[in-house]
């Protein structure tokens, strides 16, 4: 359906701003992706640029810092947020968080 059609496009979008998904789900409206920066910083620069981005950390019970970001595929058409991705993502080089446990989304 639409929404199948929405997750693809978003999923090409993120991977060609440099971001990895974790995998790409048969269904649903989320994506969670590795940023290879602090997600909790991009979010913040998102948000100064105009972007509601939801850093893995909002998912943790201890909101422990990661690279990890989950996308609402719905919100991913804005034509801006692929260029800001990519820009902020080569302008920043990947950091190492301040606690050590990276885990992936379950």
């Known amino acids: 359906g639409r929404l199948d ?9 993120l991977e060609a701003a440099g971001l990895t998904l ?9 994506l969670w992706a590795d940023t290879g920066v602090d997600a909790d910083a991009l979010a913040a620069a ?5 972007f509601l981005l939801a850093p893995g950390s909002l998912f943790s019970p201890h909101q422990s810092p ?5 996308f609402n595929v719905a919100n991913c058409g804005d034509p801006a947020l692929p260029g800001f991705l990519s820009g ?3 302008g920043r080089r990947p950091v190492r968080l ?3 446990a ?3 989304p379950t």
């Open 5 to 13: 059609g929405v997750r693809d496009k978003c999923a090409r979008m």
């Open 22 to 30: 974790f995998t790409m789900p048969a269904a649903g409206m989320f």
């Open 46 to 50: 998102g948000q100064e640029a105009g």
């Open 66 to 70: 990661t690279t990890w970001m989950r």
């Open 88 to 90: 902020y993502l080569d």
């Open 98 to 100: 301040l606690k050590t």
């Open 102 to 104: 990276q885990v992936a």
